[in-house]
């Protein structure tokens, strides 16, 4: 997907509702989120390694949504044309002491 | 590692249904379910359903749940809970996380059966104890047993605000306000109506501006909002609520399918996946059904799972392709009267103003979530004659008809076409036994009597509520706004295994109310 | 058990509720009763406790939100273990059940 990164957005203004939190695991607030697509972060992933929304417990399943719309309209675009997060495992958040009971044998299970 | 025939992720009304079709097949087949309840949903929905007789219809929820997983099990299916598909990986496998284990699977096919999760909305004090998605509330009292809260505001007025709401007025809560930004109740009008008549008020055009509460919700306060969804000042109410429960639609849980490679559409508001009417994904083997497929009525979900189950015994040699298409159309033609009439899919955001009967549409049941008196006498199944007759307040065209069925004398008719409008069978002399009262899931059809002499009529209405009136017992009649009309007596109450928990509660108003008087209050 | 204002003793469609054994736990020490099985979260709300946790970046308060294990809002500290998912985690006779602070079960000043 072609990302324009010549666009001129601006300064970024505070505006209401920026105190308020959206990534209710890591307490990333709407302003943070707008202000991190004034700095550059122009795409879910971007935003979600810069500001770690989405990267907490729940990993993003409340917020993904929310932060999708925040970031499109503040790049002026449809949250249809932002690049799609990425999808991997573990779908839920597991503990490093059940990893090392991963089967390893072929008969396990 | 173990293999299976069909490894299917999601154990809801989908997964179950296409796991039944599967190992009817002789497919070995495994259900994963990350919960330790099996049912999805299913088992969180206490009301009838709507449909045909083909389609489970006023069948209640959990006991379609139960029958499902009666079904699985009998044939076979091995259904694995606590158990979470942490990815899909090529060659169809998959790890699973069970108890402090992760296990690896191998699918020669694999249904994602996923579900959906429930969408959020922000605002001031959003995230503070006591603000509850309608999932959880409906987790919470109809698994558990737990009161949501005792005064509570629901946010949402499409089916599962609407449900949510009659669910928690069921469970004893009082339920303060139902609010929504859009302009019109989003939901079938049958379950705006039967929270509105017991004096819910609705705010459409409305939304929350804050919650109040230190540690926990102590209040709630609403604005009405213009048609750019900006709030107009000065238009701000509060009410004190110590819950708010959020209703505002549910996106597709499909980051498994996306993960194992399958093409996605994200056009819409939430990612799909790419499938054909089998629910065949682009990456062969791996099929997607039921709400991750595209939010439905779980009607639709069971299904869309049956006619993947058929179509992956076919893809793997279980079935021969003649015979299982023969039984796939079948799902298809039901699945196609499911999605008609004014709620179907491609009606979705569009504003009706006419039933199929050419009926106009009730303005005042979109507004504020109940026919208005100068509106009702218009729909079909609204008539007066001597003696008891049922009244069909259903105004919108839903795809169901287990009234027709119900009735022993065949007084109401729907007739072929499942999306019509009930009618009476001019003729047909109706015996009052009730099972119309008790059949119709939308709580829309009354028996009345307009002239029970002394100036007198009674209304026999659908019951659902403890404690329940008692013959003799005085109180208020209620109108379909929810406001007391005028005194009423309790003249009989029938309770019967036949009415399947719908009580019949039949009340003597004054004989200028029969048309208005539709829910009793005990003062 | 605990508030029966919270709790549903009959219901018009479900009836009585399946339970298991009446059982004692504590919540930041104090005793409290709920039923063995059902998630230490219903058990919890049953006895009118709304806060589960204090967020660790603005020490916000939390509790339950989406009650089916996904959204980790009502996470406190079990049996000495935090994070626990209590809306997800069955009640036990015995359970030391504590408020989490961040990722401790020390407020914040003690911490």
Known sequence: MRIDRTRDLGPYVEKEGDDRIICRCEEVTQGEIRKAVHDGMFTLTEVRRYLRCGMGLCQGQTCGKLVRGIIARELGEKPSELEPATSRSPMRPTEMHVWANEETNEEGA | ????????????????????????????????????????????????????????????????????????????????????????????????????????????????????????????????????GAGAAQTMMNLHGIKPGNKILMLGSGNVGLVVSYQLLQAGCEVVALVDAAPRVGGYGVHASKVARTGVPFYLSHTIVKA?????????????????????????????????????????????????????????????????ESGATSVPGIYAVGDVAGIEEASSAMI???????????????????????????????????????????????????????????????????????????????????????????????????????CPKHVIEVGSNITNLPHIVEGNECIDCGMCVASCSGQAIFLINEDTGDGKAEVTMPYEFLPLPTEGQTGKALSREGKPVCDATVVRVRSSKAYDHTNLVTISVPKDMVMKARFFKAV | MGD???????HPILGTYEKGEPVTFTYDGKEMTGFEGEPIAMALKANGVMVHRYTAKKHLPRGIFCAIGRCTDCVMVVDGEPNVRTCMTPLKEGMDVRTQYGVSDKPFDEQ
């Not at chain 2, 087949?29 to 007789?53: C, M, T, W, Y």
């Not at chain 2, 604005?223 to 969804?229: L, Y």
């Not at chain 2, 049956?306 to 159309?329: Q, S």
């Not at chain 2, 008609?340 to 049941?365: H, V, W, Y």
Request: net charge negative.
């Open chain 2, 1 to 132: 590692m173990k293999r299976y025939d069909l490894i299917i992720i999601g154990a809801g009304p989908s997964g179950l249904s296409a796991a039944i079709e599967a190992a009817k097949r002789k497919m070995n087949v495994v259900v994963f379910d990350e919960n330790a309840r099996p049912g999805g949903q299913l088992f969180k929905q206490i009301h009838k359903f709507f449909g045909s007789k083909e389609h489970k219809a006023k069948i209640r929820g959990f006991v379609i749940g139960e029958q499902l997983l009666k079904e699985a099990t009998d044939l076979g299916v091995d259904v694995e809970l606590d158990s979470t598909v942490m990815g899909i990986y090529p060659n169809r496998e998959i790890v699973v996380r069970q108890g402090d284990h992760v296990n690896h699977f191998k699918g020669d096919s694999i249904i994602v059966a996923t579900g959906a999760a429930e969408n959020m909305v922000t605002f001031d004090g959003w995230t503070l104890p006591g603000v509850i």
């Open chain 2, 304 to 406: 869309e799972g049956r006619m993947a189950g058929i179509k992956v015994a076919e893809y793997l040699g279980f079935e021969e392709a003649e015979k299982g298409d023969k039984e796939f159309d079948k799902n298809v033609a039901a699945l196609d009267g499911l999605r008609q009439g004014m709620f179907a899919p491609r009606n979705r955001g569009k504003k009706i103003e006419k039933t199929e009967e050419g009926i106009d549409i009730s303005e005042n049941l979109l507004l504020h979530g109940f026919v208005a008196d100068d509106e009702i006498e218009r729909f079909p199944g609204v008539t007066h004659r001597a003696g008891v007759h049922p009244v069909m307040e259903c105004t919108q065209n839903i795809p169901c008809n287990p009234c027709e069925d119900a």
């Open chain 2, 212 to 276: 109040d509460g230190t540690d926990h919700v102590t209040g709630v306060t609403i604005a009405e909002v213009d048609s750019k969804f900006q709030f107009i000042p000065g238009t701000e109410k509060h009410f004190d609520v110590d819950t708010i429960c959020l209703a505002v639609g549910l996106s597709p849980m499909s980051q498994l399918l996306k993960m194992a490679g399958c093409e996605m559409d994200n056009s819409g508001p939430a990612e799909v996946p790419v499938i054909d």
């Open chain 3, 4 to 10: 029966t204002q919270e709790r549903i003793a009959n």
